[in-house]
């Protein structure tokens, strides 16, 4: 079972539904059918500590069928070298529901269509373990001085 992670607001109108399991994203104070961005734990993408100070590491594990729907190639658009230009195919991120988009700029990330989402069998939804956040920002467990936990 692969684990996957993504930077969430701390203030996110969303906290309740992801403690109870449910991968909803408001934007505007709308529910959204725009993509929920998550990476992988062998992703590149390393945004720097900064980030940390108004958002939180959520990890997430899904069922094999949900693993496979997000990393399987069939399943994936891509945005091609610029992400908001958009590629060929691309028509921005609430346009894929059925898809999960991937940025060829930041190898490992995944965002994941709103349909998508909604048949995913979610086994693990809360914050990440300090382990995890230290090695998903490339830093070293000293740096890390704070607590990741639900806001």
């Given at each position: 079972?692969?684990?996957?992670?993504?930077?969430?607001?701390?203030?996110?109108?969303?906290?309740?539904?992801?403690?109870?399991?449910?991968?909803?994203?408001?934007?505007?104070?709308?529910?959204?059918?725009?993509?929920?961005?998550?990476?992988?734990?062998?992703?590149?993408y390393k945004p720097g500590k900064n980030i940390a100070?108004?958002?939180?590491?959520?990890?997430?594990?899904?069922?094999?069928?949900?693993?496979?729907?997000?990393?399987?190639?069939?399943?994936?658009?891509?945005?091609?070298?610029?992400?908001?230009?958009?590629?060929?195919?691309?028509?921005?991120?609430?346009?894929?529901?059925?898809?999960?988009i991937v940025k060829n700029n930041e190898v490992g990330?995944?965002?994941?269509?709103?349909?998508?989402?909604?048949?995913?069998?979610?086994?693990?939804?809360?914050?990440?373990?300090?382990?995890?956040?230290?090695?998903?920002?490339?830093?070293?467990?000293?740096?890390?001085?704070?607590?990741?936990?639900?806001?």
């Amino acid at each position: 079972m692969a684990a996957f992670f993504s930077w969430r607001d701390k203030t996110s109108p969303d906290i309740d539904k992801w403690k109870a399991r449910n991968l909803a994203y408001t934007f505007n104070g709308v529910a959204s059918n725009k993509a929920f961005w998550v990476f992988s734990a062998a992703s590149a993408y390393k945004p720097g500590k900064n980030i940390a100070g108004d958002r939180f590491l959520l990890k997430m594990e899904f069922d094999e069928a949900g693993t496979q729907a997000i990393l399987l190639p069939d399943n994936h658009i891509y945005t091609e070298d610029n992400f908001n230009a958009g590629g060929a195919r691309f028509l921005g991120e609430a346009k894929h529901p059925r898809q999960v988009i991937v940025k060829n700029n930041e190898v490992g990330a995944y965002g994941i269509g709103a349909m998508i989402r909604s048949l995913l069998i979610i086994q693990t939804l809360a914050p990440a373990s300090k382990a995890e956040v230290v090695a998903a920002l490339g830093i070293s467990s000293v740096e890390m001085n704070w607590t990741n936990k639900w806001p």
